[in-house]
């Protein structure tokens, strides 16, 4: 992650997704709106060259159908590149400890890590019904930003059966109940 996406990242408590990331997160829309465009396009070249509008309801339920799915799609994975966010007085070290100790227990392959990120994948079995997830935690003061969503670098998946909000949830609820022993 780059300094910009992480800024961006903080600043819109949004998953800032690379170009091959926002390609693959985005490309169920591009695919299900294809055929509508192709043939509103050939609508739009009957109108021009014959001065004739004509369309069938079968062409209109396929304009429609796939146009309504496709924004019920973009809403879901907008709302999956949002992170949670908590915050928290335990120290970095300590937040990193939790984070290793979830990332053995849930199978992540540690990836990225600087100062500010920690990035992590999955890599399920070829039955699992996902083709893994990505785990993006930012650290900025005292505030920890987690996001779970399918792994943008991978093939497009518009499902990860729960992975994901187990992923997030796991991490958040450890750190809370170290924050609290902390505490009290």
Same mark, same amino acid.
């Given at each position: 992650?780059?300094?910009?996406?992480? *800024?961006?990242?903080?600043?819109?408590?949004?998953? *800032?997704?690379?170009?091959v990331?926002k390609?693959?997160?985005w490309?169920?829309?591009?695919f299900?709106?294809?055929?509508?465009? +192709? $043939?509103?396009?050939?609508?739009? +070249?009957?109108?021009?060259?014959?001065?004739?509008?004509h369309?069938? *309801?079968?062409?209109?339920?396929?304009?429609?159908?796939?146009?309504?799915?496709?924004?019920?799609?973009?809403? +879901?994975?907008?709302?999956?590149?949002?992170?949670?966010? $908590?915050?928290?007085?335990?120290s *970095?070290?300590?937040?990193?400890?939790?984070?290793?100790?979830?990332?053995?227990?849930?199978?992540? $392959?540690?990836?990225?890590?600087?100062?500010?990120?920690?990035i992590?994948?999955?890599?399920?079995?070829?039955?699992?019904?996902?083709w893994?997830?990505? $785990?993006?935690?930012?650290?900025?003061?005292?505030?920890i930003? +987690?996001?779970?969503?399918?792994?943008?670098?991978?093939r497009?998946?518009?499902?990860?059966?729960?992975?994901?909000?187990?992923?997030?949830?796991?991490?958040?609820?450890?750190?809370?109940?170290?924050?609290q022993?902390?505490?009290?």
């Amino acid at each position: 992650m780059t300094e910009a996406q992480f *800024q961006k990242s903080i600043e819109r408590g949004e998953l *800032q997704l690379s170009t091959v990331g926002k390609f693959n997160h985005w490309s169920p829309i591009f695919f299900l709106l294809l055929v509508p465009v +192709v $043939i509103l396009i050939s609508i739009a +070249v009957s109108i021009i060259s014959q001065h004739s509008f004509h369309i069938s *309801q079968a062409e209109l339920r396929i304009i429609i159908i796939p146009s309504v799915l496709s924004l019920l799609i973009y809403l +879901v994975q907008k709302r999956r590149l949002k992170f949670k966010i $908590i915050t928290t007085t335990l120290s *970095q070290p300590e937040i990193l400890k939790i984070i290793k100790q979830v990332s053995k227990d849930l199978n992540w $392959i540690p990836g990225t890590h600087s100062a500010n990120t920690f990035i992590a994948t999955t890599n399920p079995g070829f039955f699992s019904g996902s083709w893994g997830e990505q $785990i993006t935690i930012l650290f900025d003061g005292n505030q920890i930003f +987690v996001n779970s969503v399918c792994n943008p670098q991978d093939r497009p998946s518009l499902a990860s059966f729960g992975r994901n909000r187990n992923n997030m949830k796991t991490l958040l609820n450890r750190i809370t109940e170290a924050n609290q022993v902390e505490i009290g």
